[in-house]
């Protein structure tokens, strides 16, 4: 394969991960329930997640098995977290999800997700 094929490759490769990202639509404005938990699970999920605080938050690992969200690459998996509505909403419907990047020292969140409707579909924070 000489450069310009190569070339011609990575670019199709950089354009199918683009269109790959593409289809997760922002979020737009969401109530203040979901941004608060966004941010005390990135906290969680980057700092001592054995504190009593993130213990509660109950972050785990999200498989992705559907593929509704973007691969996740080398070194990167995908941590998920309630976002609970404090009167309306069941139990687990509503979820943050994070792609997670394990650096040298701490975990790098790459992408943040969030799901109304536990895991049937996604918009990008």
């Keep these: 394969m000489n450069t310009t094929h190569k070339i011609a490759a990575l670019a199709a490769l950089l354009l199918a991960s683009t269109l790959v990202q593409a289809k997760v639509p922002v979020c737009g404005k969401l109530p203040t329930f979901v941004r608060e938990a966004e941010r005390n699970l990135a906290y969680c ?3 001592d997640p054995a504190s ?5 938050a109950n972050v785990e690992g999200f498989a992705n098995n559907e593929g509704r ?3 996740a690459g080398r070194g990167q998996a995908y941590r998920a ?4 509505h404090p009167q309306a909403d069941p139990p687990g419907r509503n979820r943050v999800v994070f792609l997670v ?3 040298d020292r701490k975990p790098i969140i790459e992408s ?3 799901t ?3 895991y049937a579909t996604f918009c990008s924070l």
């Excluded at 009593?52 to 509660?56: E, I, L, N, T, W």
């Excluded at 977290?81 to 609970?84: D, E, F, L, N, S």
Aim: hydrophobic share 25%.
């Design 101 to 103: 990047t394990e650096g």
């Design 112 to 114: 943040r997700y969030f």
């Design 116 to 118: 109304s409707d536990h």
């Design 45 to 47: 999920i980057t700092t």
């Design 69 to 71: 969200l973007p691969t």
């Design 52 to 56: 009593a605080d993130c213990r509660a």
């Design 81 to 84: 977290g309630r976002a609970q």
